[in-house]
């Protein structure tokens, strides 16, 4: 393959290729390494995924106790009264049992502590930091929230706040902690797009707020400030708020729609929660709780006129949807704002997709439909996610090879920060469907493929879906997504091919060693100048 400028020249033998050298030509021998695409991560909160990277990292913790001391440790660095902040936790992972406020005041009494869940739609706070929020016992349940509190025979007082705090009711404390300086923002990009290279990931679509809507905005001026500087690394299709869609469409109408290292317009929205938050918005009630079949955290009438006018100014909507219930009634809107419409204009992105009906899924085959799934979380729920919501309506959940059959188009990604951002993770999880049976009651150590394999996609299929898929999901298939001539140079070199080795391996055995975006190296796991690159 040659390369030059920021394209794609050709691509063919050896001795074709190679008559294009000439006096200013690099060649670069791969002996043997693995060259594609790059990896496209159509599903990421950018600015979170890079401050989590300097925060207490809780993701794969496997007892209460190893929660706490990590807590505890951070502390010893953080002035009293400084907010301590951390996520990624799994209950399941030491038996269920949700973390307290009280495990917290034990170590970290003068400090404010908020811990997300994997899932970032359930936190646990501790005394200082629910005093500071003004939750306390007498503290209603805000509207699509839930203050879970102390019953009788529990660890303290009847009615008072345990610390779990879901969906809505943590906007109280994302209120009181202290933005972060531009200065750290800035950090946290730059960190978080030397983290994505390091993994081959040249494109990301960062689906930017978590807590405050202010964060997509104000992430997207860091981002466009460090584009003008020449110091953005990575190409990026930036998102903010649906309920914002109006101060996009004017920035738009003032300044075009960014280039293509750094594209705006994506809009995004909610319908409903999470699985592991029991906010997922199904059918039928939950197995483990009949009183409840979640439902949607949004007015869904404000939803759906989002929408229509998104697509009306020319934006994208992209919108979370995980419960089957969630997932066919946005499948429906998309299917009314298409109407009418020329199907090739339109990326109508359903984000997450996890649980699907037989309808939803043949409605997801629509041309203007792109389905934005993050497999890794296929490994986080599988363990736990039948005792949710029965053996039944598994067969539709991550139904990745029935969709794939149907004609949807999938965009692979990982949710970063509720996942790892590490396609070797997606993929793993994709193609074997492998989940760790530590994290399932009952079952012995080792692993057990979730649900049918049917639904494993190929390998093929799995990393078409994040590099070319992720490139049609935002708009930028014609630019990136594939080796062509005449499409841009985002690729990555990878240390083996991984046709050769078990999806299992991909994580300890499959290496990114260089990573190039327009042409240019902009990452590389050493001086490529010792390892064949030579005039």
């Known amino acids: 393959m040659a390369l030059k400028g920021d394209r794609i020249q050709a691509v063919g033998p050896r001795a074709q290729v190679a008559s ?57 660095s953080t002035p009293k009264g400084e907010w301590i902040l951390g996520g ?56 699509r929230g839930r203050i879970d509190r102390e019953g009788a025979g529990g660890h303290g007082t009847p009615g008072l706040p345990t610390g779990i705090l879901r969906e809505s009711a943590l906007d109280p404390l994302a209120q009181r902690i202290p933005p972060p300086s531009p200065a ?18 040249t494109q990301v679509h960062d689906m930017g707020a978590i807590q405050s809507p202010e964060e997509s905005w104000a992430s997207l001026a860091i981002l466009r400030g460090l584009h003008a500087s020449g110091r953005l690394p990575l190409r990026v299709v930036a998102a903010v708020p649906i309920a914002h869609r109006r101060r996009m469409q004017e920035l738009i109408e003032d300044e075009g729609r960014g280039d293509a290292r750094l594209r705006w317009g994506l809009v995004k929205g909610f319908v409903d929660g999470s699985l592991g938050a029991g906010t997922a918005w199904f059918h039928e009630p939950y197995a483990h709780d009949p009183t409840s079949a979640g439902g949607p955290i949004t007015d869904l009438g404000e939803l759906r006129t989002g929408i229509f006018e998104a697509v009306e100014a020319g934006l994208q909507p992209a919108v979370h949807a995980i419960g089957d219930r969630a997932v066919d009634w946005l499948l429906k809107v998309y299917a009314e704002v298409a109407e009418g419409r020329p199907k090739a204009d339109l990326r109508l992105r359903v984000e997450h997709a996890q649980h699907m009906t037989p309808e939803g899924i043949r409605m997801a085959d629509a041309p203007h439909v792109a389905l ?79 649900g049918s394999p049917d639904e494993c996609l190929s390998l093929s299929e799995a990393m078409t879906a994040h590099t070319l898929g992720g490139a049609w999901a935002g708009g930028m298939e014609t630019e990136t997504g594939t080796i062509e001539v005449g499409k841009r140079g985002d690729l990555v070199v990878l240390s ?33 100048s010792g390892g064949g690159f030579a005039p």
């Not at 496997?62 to 001391?69: I, N, Q």
């Open 20 to 76: 294009l050298k000439g006096p200013g030509t690099a060649v670069l021998e791969l002996e043997g390494r693995f060259l594609m695409p790059g990896f496209v991560d159509a599903h990421v909160h950018l600015q979170a995924g890079g401050l989590d990277l300097f925060r207490v990292d809780l993701r794969g913790v496997d007892s209460p106790e190893e929660l706490v001391r990590r807590v505890a440790d951070r502390a010893h």
């Open 88 to 143: 990624g936790w799994d209950e399941h992972l030491w038996g269920g049992e949700l973390p307290h406020r009280g495990w917290l005041d034990r170590v970290v009494p003068e400090h404010p502590v908020l811990l997300l869940r994997t899932d970032l739609h359930v936190g646990v706070a501790n005394s200082l930091a629910l005093e500071r929020a003004g939750i306390d016992g007498e503290t209603p349940d805000p509207e």
């Open 184 to 201: 750290d923002r800035e950090g946290a990009l730059r960190a978080a797009a030397l983290h994505a290279l390091s993994r081959g990931v």
């Open 372 to 450: 934005s799934v993050q497999p890794a979380h296929l490994a986080d729920d599988g363990g736990w996610a039948e005792a949710r919501i029965g053996a039944r309506r598994i067969a539709g959940a991550f139904a990745y090879g029935t969709l794939h059959r149907a004609g949807a188009r999938l965009a692979l990604g990982s949710d970063w920060t509720v996942a790892p951002l590490d396609p070797r993770c997606a993929l793993a999880a994709a193609v074997a469907r492998e989940v760790h049976a530590a994290s399932m009651p009952g079952f012995s150590p080792g692993t057990r493929t979730f």
């Open 496 to 528: 083996q091919s991984p046709f050769q080795l078990y999806p299992h391996e991909f994580v300890t055995e499959l290496h990114a060693e260089m990573t190039f975006v327009d042409g240019a190296l902009v990452w590389a796991t050493e001086d490529p």
